[in-house]
C-alpha cells in the first residue's frame, strides 16, 4: 500500500509538471495565445490574480480561469472587449491541416480534459464580485465554444485573429464598417450578389462612395483607385464566373498606397489558399459552405493579419451584436474535422466533372481553375475570354492556391436550355448556396445573383453553377448525362 501511494505521488507530480510545461509553451507565443485582447491588461491587473506557483515557488504561470478585471473605471470602453483567454498549444500549428483540424483542442483548461469541445449554452456568465469582470460575461461579447472555434481558423488561415459571425453577410457588414463616410470602397466586378446588394445599397446610403472594376487588369485597378479609397474587396476565384486575381500584385499596388486589401476567399478555405500570406489584410469566408460542410449553419469568418484590425472588428462584432452563437459553433467545430476530407474527394470529382463538360457539344463555355485551357476548344465552343487570358489565370491560381476547389460553373446555348437541365438532374440540389457533402446546382441569374440589376450584371443568362459533392464519381457524372439526353431529347424537331 505504501508503495502504491507513493508511486501514485510520483505520477501526480510529473503529470503536474508536463502540465506546467504546456502552460509555459503557450505563454512563450503570445501571438498565438492572445488573438483577441489588449496585451497591456495582462501586465496592469492584480500580480496575484490568476497565477499558480511551482512547488519551488521559482516560476508562475497563468490560469485564464481567475483572472479578473476591475469594473471600477473612468471608461467602460477601455476594457478590453476580448479578454485573454485559453488557446490551443502551438505545437499543433505546425502540424498539417489535416492534423490541425482533428487534434485540435478547444478547452485545454478543462478540468475534466473533454474529447470533443463543450457547449457552453449560456447567455450569461457569473462575475468574480460586484466590482471584478472575469474573462466572459455576455455570449454576445464572447463564449468559449466561439473562441475555440475561432482560434481553430486563425490557426489554419494563419491570421492574427479570426471572428466567427451570424452569417457571411454579417462577416463581409463587419469589414465594410472598417470604411467612413466620405471614403471610397473598390470592389471586383464579378461578386457575389448578397456583397454587390449590400455596397450598393447599404454602404453607399452611409456616405460610402462604391466603384466597382476589373480587378484581375491591373492597369484599370490602379486607375480605379483614389485619395479617398480606403478599401478593395475581391473574390478569387470570383463567384460564378472564377475569374483569377494577382492577389500578391494587389497587395503590393494597396500597401504602397495605405489601402486595405480584402479578400473573399470561400471558394477555396484556408486548406487551398490562404490569401493573408499573400499579401491580404482581410480574409472572409462564408463559413456556411466548407467550414460547415452540411448545410446546416450560416456563419461568416472574418481573419485579420494584425492587432488593430483585430479590436475593430471585435468591437463592431460586439456593438452589433453579430458573433455566433455557441451551438452553432459546436456544429462547425464538428464540421470542420471532417473539411480536409471532403475538399479532397469533391475537387477530385470536379475535374472529373469539368473535363466531361468541357467536350459536350450543349456546353458552350466552361468555368474552372483547376482545368488547364486547350489551345483549340471544341468548334462549338464561345469563350468569354482569349486562350492567353485563360492560361495566365491557370497559372496563376496554381501558383498561389492547391487546387481548383470543387464549384465550377458552364454556359449553354440559352437560358431555356439550362433551365431544362437543371431541372432534369436528380441527384443535385437546387440551392442557392455551395459547399455541401451533397452536389447542388444553381442558375445565378435567377437565384445567388438576382439582386444585380440586369444592366450591371456581368453574368451570361445560361450560366449554371455546380458545387461538386462527396457522392460517388460515376453516380454525379451519370446524372449530368442523363439531365442532357433530356435537354437534347427535348430540342430534336417534332417528326
Given at each position: 500500500q505504501s508503495r502504491s501511494s507513493a508511486a501514485s505521488d510520483v505520477y501526480k507530480r510529473q503529470y503536474q509538471r508536463r502540465v506546467r510545461g504546456s502552460l509555459r509553451s503557450l505563454m512563450a507565443s503570445p501571438t498565438t495565445i492572445y488573438h483577441h485582447f489588449d496585451r497591456h491588461v495582462l501586465e496592469e491587473s492584480n500580480d496575484d490574480i490568476g497565477k499558480t506557483e511551482d512547488e519551488d515557488g521559482s516560476e508562475a504561470v497563468v490560469d485564464y480561469t481567475k483572472i479578473k478585471y476591475s469594473a471600477v473605471t473612468p471608461n467602460y470602453n477601455a476594457l478590453p472587449t476580448y479578454p485573454p483567454r485559453p488557446h490551443f498549444n502551438q505545437h499543433h500549428i505546425h502540424m498539417k491541416?489535416?492534423?490541425?483540424?482533428?487534434?485540435?483542442?478547444?478547452?485545454?483548461?478543462?478540468?475534466?480534459?473533454?474529447?470533443?469541445?463543450?457547449?457552453?449554452?449560456?447567455?450569461?456568465?457569473?462575475?468574480p464580485s460586484a466590482t471584478e469582470f472575469g474573462p466572459y460575461d455576455y455570449s454576445r461579447s464572447g463564449n468559449p465554444t466561439r473562441t475555440a472555434l475561432e482560434t481553430l481558423v486563425a490557426g489554419l488561415e494563419n491570421a492574427y485573429s479570426a471572428f466567427a459571425f451570424t452569417s457571411g453577410m454579417a462577416a463581409l457588414s463587419a469589414v465594410t464598417r472598417l470604411v467612413k463616410a466620405g471614403e471610397e470602397i473598390v470592389a471586383g466586378n464579378d461578386l457575389y450578389g448578397g456583397m454587390y446588394?449590400?455596397?450598393?445599397?447599404?454602404?453607399?446610403?452611409?456616405?460610402?462612395?462604391?466603384?466597382?472594376?476589373?480587378?484581375?487588369?491591373?492597369?484599370?485597378?490602379?486607375?480605379?483607385?483614389?485619395?479617398?479609397?480606403?478599401?478593395?474587396?475581391i473574390e478569387s476565384?470570383?463567384?460564378p464566373l472564377m475569374h483569377i486575381n494577382d492577389i500578391r500584385a494587389i497587395g503590393e499596388i494597396l500597401h504602397s498606397r495605405g489601402i486595405l486589401f480584402s479578400i473573399d476567399s470561400t471558394m477555396m478555405t484556408p486548406l487551398l489558399q490562404r490569401?493573408?500570406?499573400?499579401?491580404?489584410?482581410?480574409?472572409?469566408?462564408?463559413?456556411?459552405?466548407?467550414?460547415?460542410?452540411?448545410?446546416?449553419?450560416?456563419?461568416?469568418?472574418?481573419?485579420?493579419?494584425?492587432?488593430?484590425?483585430?479590436?475593430?472588428?471585435?468591437?463592431?462584432?460586439?456593438?452589433?451584436?453579430?458573433?455566433?452563437?455557441?451551438?452553432?459553433?459546436?456544429?462547425?467545430?464538428?464540421?470542420?474535422?471532417?473539411?480536409?476530407?471532403?475538399?479532397e474527394r469533391s475537387q477530385q470529382t470536379a475535374l472529373k466533372v469539368?473535363?466531361?463538360?468541357?467536350?459536350?457539344?450543349?456546353?458552350?463555355?466552361?468555368?474552372?481553375?483547376?482545368?488547364?485551357?486547350?489551345?483549340?476548344?471544341?468548334?462549338?465552343?464561345?469563350r468569354d475570354r482569349d486562350y492567353?487570358?485563360?492560361?495566365?489565370?491557370?497559372?496563376?491560381?496554381?501558383?498561389?492556391?492547391?487546387?481548383?476547389?470543387?464549384?465550377?460553373?458552364?454556359?449553354t446555348k440559352s437560358q431555356e436550355?439550362?433551365?431544362?437541365?437543371?431541372?432534369?438532374?436528380?441527384?443535385?440540389?437546387?440551392?442557392?448556396?455551395?459547399?455541401?457533402?451533397?452536389?447542388?446546382?444553381?442558375?445565378?441569374?435567377?437565384l445567388s445573383h438576382a439582386s444585380i440589376p440586369t444592366d450591371k450584371r456581368t453574368l451570361p443568362d445560361s450560366l449554371i453553377r455546380l458545387s461538386i459533392g462527396i457522392e460517388d464519381v460515376d453516380d454525379i457524372l451519370s446524372d449530368i448525362t442523363q439531365a442532357f439526353n433530356l435537354v437534347q431529347k427535348f430540342d430534336q424537331p417534332n417528326k
Amino acid at each position: 500500500q505504501s508503495r502504491s501511494s507513493a508511486a501514485s505521488d510520483v505520477y501526480k507530480r510529473q503529470y503536474q509538471r508536463r502540465v506546467r510545461g504546456s502552460l509555459r509553451s503557450l505563454m512563450a507565443s503570445p501571438t498565438t495565445i492572445y488573438h483577441h485582447f489588449d496585451r497591456h491588461v495582462l501586465e496592469e491587473s492584480n500580480d496575484d490574480i490568476g497565477k499558480t506557483e511551482d512547488e519551488d515557488g521559482s516560476e508562475a504561470v497563468v490560469d485564464y480561469t481567475k483572472i479578473k478585471y476591475s469594473a471600477v473605471t473612468p471608461n467602460y470602453n477601455a476594457l478590453p472587449t476580448y479578454p485573454p483567454r485559453p488557446h490551443f498549444n502551438q505545437h499543433h500549428i505546425h502540424m498539417k491541416p489535416a492534423s490541425q483540424v482533428v487534434v485540435f483542442d478547444g478547452c485545454p483548461n478543462d478540468p475534466y480534459h473533454p474529447s470533443s469541445m463543450p457547449i457552453y449554452q449560456t447567455a450569461t456568465f457569473v462575475q468574480p464580485s460586484a466590482t471584478e469582470f472575469g474573462p466572459y460575461d455576455y455570449s454576445r461579447s464572447g463564449n468559449p465554444t466561439r473562441t475555440a472555434l475561432e482560434t481553430l481558423v486563425a490557426g489554419l488561415e494563419n491570421a492574427y485573429s479570426a471572428f466567427a459571425f451570424t452569417s457571411g453577410m454579417a462577416a463581409l457588414s463587419a469589414v465594410t464598417r472598417l470604411v467612413k463616410a466620405g471614403e471610397e470602397i473598390v470592389a471586383g466586378n464579378d461578386l457575389y450578389g448578397g456583397m454587390y446588394r449590400l455596397l450598393t445599397k447599404v454602404s453607399s446610403r452611409n456616405g460610402i462612395e462604391v466603384n466597382f472594376v476589373d480587378t484581375t487588369d491591373l492597369e484599370k485597378l490602379k486607375e480605379a483607385l483614389t485619395p479617398k479609397t480606403k478599401l478593395l474587396h475581391i473574390e478569387s476565384p470570383s463567384n460564378p464566373l472564377m475569374h483569377i486575381n494577382d492577389i500578391r500584385a494587389i497587395g503590393e499596388i494597396l500597401h504602397s498606397r495605405g489601402i486595405l486589401f480584402s479578400i473573399d476567399s470561400t471558394m477555396m478555405t484556408p486548406l487551398l489558399q490562404r490569401p493573408l500570406d499573400l499579401g491580404a489584410d482581410i480574409v472572409v469566408h462564408s463559413g456556411t459552405k466548407f467550414f460547415s460542410g452540411h448545410s446546416d449553419t450560416t456563419l461568416g469568418i472574418v481573419c485579420v493579419n494584425n492587432e488593430n484590425l483585430a479590436k475593430e472588428i471585435a468591437f463592431f462584432q460586439n456593438a452589433e451584436g453579430t458573433g455566433l452563437d455557441p451551438f452553432s459553433c459546436w456544429l462547425v467545430l464538428r464540421g470542420i474535422k471532417t473539411m480536409v476530407l471532403r475538399i479532397e474527394r469533391s475537387q477530385q470529382t470536379a475535374l472529373k466533372v469539368a473535363q466531361y463538360l468541357s467536350r459536350h457539344p450543349c456546353v458552350t463555355d466552361i468555368h474552372y481553375p483547376g482545368l488547364e485551357p486547350t489551345a483549340t476548344p471544341p468548334k462549338w465552343f464561345q469563350r468569354d475570354r482569349d486562350y492567353k487570358t485563360l492560361v495566365k489565370e491557370y497559372n496563376l491560381h496554381n501558383e498561389q492556391a492547391k487546387g481548383g476547389g470543387s464549384v465550377l460553373s458552364f454556359t449553354t446555348k440559352s437560358q431555356e436550355i439550362s433551365r431544362r437541365f437543371v431541372n432534369a438532374l436528380r441527384l443535385f440540389k437546387i440551392t442557392v448556396s455551395f459547399g455541401s457533402a451533397n452536389s447542388l446546382v444553381e442558375l445565378p441569374c435567377l437565384l445567388s445573383h438576382a439582386s444585380i440589376p440586369t444592366d450591371k450584371r456581368t453574368l451570361p443568362d445560361s450560366l449554371i453553377r455546380l458545387s461538386i459533392g462527396i457522392e460517388d464519381v460515376d453516380d454525379i457524372l451519370s446524372d449530368i448525362t442523363q439531365a442532357f439526353n433530356l435537354v437534347q431529347k427535348f430540342d430534336q424537331p417534332n417528326k
